[in-house]
């Protein structure tokens, strides 16, 4: 079988390609030959051209067709029409902001996302609340215009190697730096689900074996666990053999954790994966809490440039004389707050019986 992949330097292409190559396709793959990774057998024909310009794409694939296409890189409008009579089947790669919200919360009454989101949540169907959701759900409408049998995904923040917004060097940075603390929103309760990139491509390479299931039809796709960001930073300062406080205070306070939330509240990013198990049978290659660990590792051993564009498109400052004087303060705070005293003291309902509870005699 001939297959294109559209990128295939990126954080799941490597996955992708080798899975592909796994099943005896003959694999090309089109991108720009700036980023080249080891992982991408000899063998596989490399196109170079901008995945961004439809008429380079054009001009590049010219008298050329395939039997499959997995368009993961690029401008998916204009690439899923130039290849409309030049494959047979089409697998594109969207994103979560598509759904009405995912960017900016406060669209809904009430604010946040529900938990979890299914495929047929509300959409960024205006595009005053959310441009970025906004094009990325026209794209999929776009896609299937002009391959009604395609198949889509929708990816969430994707971690692992090669990855250009590496969330986890926030923390892996800090612990390199021997930070004796680390901020965190609310106690990093915060649930925001994510992809490690072996998990995702197998994801993609489920669709690939089961053509008939997958036709026409969109995934949510990520990790089977969504885990709360103080369990990310527990995993990776543990995998790194680092402790540390967690001092956790208001979100409104904790701007160095910014980048580690990714959005402008503390709201929760859960996605239904029902459909994607169901029909396509996934299931963690790799479990969340050992993918970033393998993360946090391979971080240490690949750290990005202090300032370079992985720091950069973070945003994150790595101001830790700010970081100081902002935890200082707090617990000044803190030591200050009067000691509230209640007549009753309140508990956690009669229901409760975990650690603490009143002991009951009955029949229990």
């Known amino acids: 079988m001939k297959t294109l992949v559209i990128g295939g330097t990126g954080p799941t292409g490597h996955f992708i390609v080798n899975g592909l190559v796994a099943r005896d396709h003959a694999v090309s793959i089109l991108h720009t030959g700036r980023h080249e990774v080891a992982e991408i057998p000899t063998h596989v024909e490399h196109i170079h051209t901008d995945p961004f310009d439809g008429a380079a794409v054009a001009a590049a694939l010219a008298g050329r067709t395939f039997d ?15 290849m409309k009579d030049k494959t047979e ?10 759904y009405r919200g995912y960017s900016n919360p406060g669209v809904l009454m009430p604010a946040g996302l529900p938990v979890p989101i299914a495929e047929d949540w509300a959409k960024s169907t205006d595009r005053s609340e959310d441009e970025k959701g906004y094009r990325v759900f026209r794209s999929e409408g776009v ?12 990816y969430p923040l994707v971690y692992g190697p090669y990855q250009l917004v590496p969330r986890e060097w926030c923390i892996v940075r800090r612990v390199r730096d021997v930070r004796p603390y680390i901020v965190l929103p609310d106690g990093g309760l915060t649930l925001h689900h994510c992809g490690y990139a072996e998990n995702i491509a197998h994801a993609v390479l489920l669709a690939v074996d089961k053509p008939d299931v997958a036709a026409g039809r969109v995934y949510n796709c990520a990790d089977a ?21 967690v001092v ?7 701007a160095c954790a910014r980048p580690l939330v990714a959005q402008p509240t503390n709201t929760h990013r859960v996605f239904d994966l029902s459909k994607l198990k169901t029909e396509l049978g996934y299931a963690d290659v790799v479990p969340a809490p050992d993918a970033f660990a393998r993360t946090a590792r391979w971080l240490i051993e690949h ?31 803190l030591t200050a707050f009067p000691n509230v005293s209640y007549a ?9 019986s975990g650690p603490g509870a009143p002991t009951r005699k009955g029949s229990w």
Not at 89 to 98: D, H, K, L, Q, T
Not at 226 to 236: F, H, P, S
Not at 317 to 325: G, I
């Open 344 to 352: 009753v003291e309140p508990g956690y309902t009669s229901a409760y």
């Open 248 to 254: 956790s205070m208001p979100y409104e306070l904790a």
């Open 68 to 82: 499959l296409t997995i368009a993961t890189y690029g401008r998916l409008r204009s690439t899923c029409e130039v």
């Open 303 to 333: 750290p990005p440039r202090p300032g370079g564009p992985e720091e950069r498109n973070l945003q994150d400052p790595f101001d830790y004389a700010a970081e100081d004087r902002l935890v200082a303060a707090w617990k000044r705070a």
């Open 225 to 245: 666990d969504a885990l709360t960001l103080r369990q990310v930073v527990d995993i990776v300062a543990d995998a790194l053999g680092h402790r540390w406080e």
């Open 143 to 154: 896609v299937f215009e002009h391959h009604p049998t395609a198949t889509h995904f929708r």
């Open 89 to 98: 089947r089409f697998i594109s790669i969207g994103g979560v902001p598509a």
